[in-house]
């Protein structure tokens, strides 16, 4: 699984199909404030990726003409093959946040075989496809690999992960980051899950709302592929939550 490669949290391939409905019913749903939320659907990539490119140093890169096959839409479509909990928060004027998932013991989705097969597919049309592979390329390869590495060692199991989440900038401190944790870990805690994970790192996200939910840090590592793209140091942060805790960031 290419960890690495989904850190895009609060900052803050073929197509495939939408998971199955989830134990929590994710139709409509909406809120005091006007914020409505419901499963992610195709049709939502381009929103989606408009939001990653704002919240990553990585964005501009991957969306460059140079890197333009593969792009912000494409890191996209890699969270949702490995999440079986894609939800998209919305107003009256479009998609303002999302978060993608993993729950173990939720039915529904796409094996992990057939997600590593897609996503090496994806990645390896990305690193060896149509344009040859510059030194930039290479530099990204390199730096992701070492990250990997390092996730392997210092990320514990768990039986559900957030693999990507982001809000619009223009609408956090709205407690929409909030929502969207609280209504995943109800359905992870639904199906007895008992602990979840995330990474993030300390230059380009929000880490500190992690910690005012009620997220305890069990990790800390250079950062290779953050800091190659932000041009500064950058330490990855590994969190975790026992499912059955968890207080109320402000995002």
Not at 158 to 180: C, N, P, Q, T, Y
Not at 183 to 198: E, H, I, P, Y
């Amino acid at each position: 699984m290419l960890l690495a490669f989904r850190q895009l949290e609060v900052m803050v391939l073929p197509s495939v199909g939408v998971s199955k409905e989830p134990v929590m019913d994710l139709a409509n749903m909406t809120d005091q404030q006007g914020i409505s939320f419901r499963r992610y659907v195709l049709e939502d990539l381009r929103a989606c990726a408009r939001l990653a490119e704002e919240a990553w140093p990585a964005g501009s890169e991957l969306v460059s003409e140079s890197h333009e096959p593969w792009g912000l839409e494409g890191y996209v479509e890699s969270s949702q093959l490995w999440s079986n909990w894609t939800e998209v928060a919305y107003d009256s004027e479009g998609i303002v946040g999302f978060l993608f998932g993993r729950i173990d013991k939720l039915l529904g989705g796409t094996s992990a075989f057939d997600s590593a097969s897609r996503e090496l597919s994806m990645m390896t049309r990305f690193f060896f496809g149509e344009r040859r592979m510059t030194s930039g390329l290479l530099g990204l390869f390199w730096n992701l690999f070492l990250t990997e590495m390092k996730l392997l060692v210092n990320m514990p199991r768990s039986d559900a992960e957030i693999e990507l989440f982001i809000v619009d900038s223009r609408h956090r401190g709205k407690g929409i980051g909030r929502m969207l944790i609280d209504r995943f870990l109800q359905a992870a805690r639904d199906t007895g899950t008992s602990l979840v994970t995330v990474y993030t790192d300390d230059k380009t996200s929000n880490w500190q709302f992690y910690e005012k939910y009620g997220f305890r840090k069990v990790a800390t590592f250079h950062d290779n592929l953050t800091s190659y793209f932000a041009g500064v140091d950058s330490n990855g942060i590994v969190y975790v939550l026992e499912s059955k805790m968890g207080s109320s960031g402000n995002e």
